[in-house]
């Protein structure tokens, strides 16, 4: 993406965003369970990279799985600056997928932000990484006690939504959401003008003005819409 489109990207809402995808009939586009381990941090946009858990199997999830190549930290040292970690852990809630000594490394490789149905463990280390997490808790026990990595960069379900990597991240307080990549020029452009319109959406309520006929528009508020505009 460029910079331009994602500057833009950054001041649109993602619940604007749902509306916008649901325009194309894009409905699973918010994922359930991650959300920001640190609220008011912001908004961040970034392109996929995916991490894959599937349900633990006793002889695989170890320790010692820990050093394999197919693993958590195989899968950080392949991760480029600027991207969105995106991990399916099943929405397992007993296990943590990460903790502060893996998020530190993601920082030091300028990933953007870490988004995940699953939960974090080490929580005062992984604030103290400074990595933005988007997640739903925290536990203390490690991954391998509920889940088992198999792989990254390949299509996964988080928060049942369809990721495939390279799919657009937008994460802010409400969340986090998927963009797909063909319909990023169209979020963008029309996002931007949802944003100006609902600027003076509200303006116009806060002095005074009723909702019908207003929100939605109707066509005397979309002439003066359009005039606001011009000014």
Known sequence: MSAALYDTLRAITTATITTMLLKKGIRRCWMSGPQPLVPGGGRLVGPAFTLRFVPVREDLATPESWAKPISTRGAIEEMPAGCIAVADAMGVTSAGIFGDILTMRMMKRNVTALVTDGVVRDKAGVLASRLPVWCAGTAAPASVNGLTFVGWQEPIGCGGCAIFPGDVIVCDDD?????????????????????????????????????????????????????????
């Open 175 to 231: 969340g986090a959401v998927v963009i797909p990549q063909d319909l990023l020029a169209f979020v963008a452009e029309e996002g931007a003008e949802h944003e100006r319109m609902e600027s003076f959406i509200v303006g116009e309520v806060e002095r005074g003005a009723k909702l019908p006929g207003l929100y939605p528009m109707n066509a005397d508020t979309k002439a003066r819409y359009e005039a606001w505009k011009k000014k």
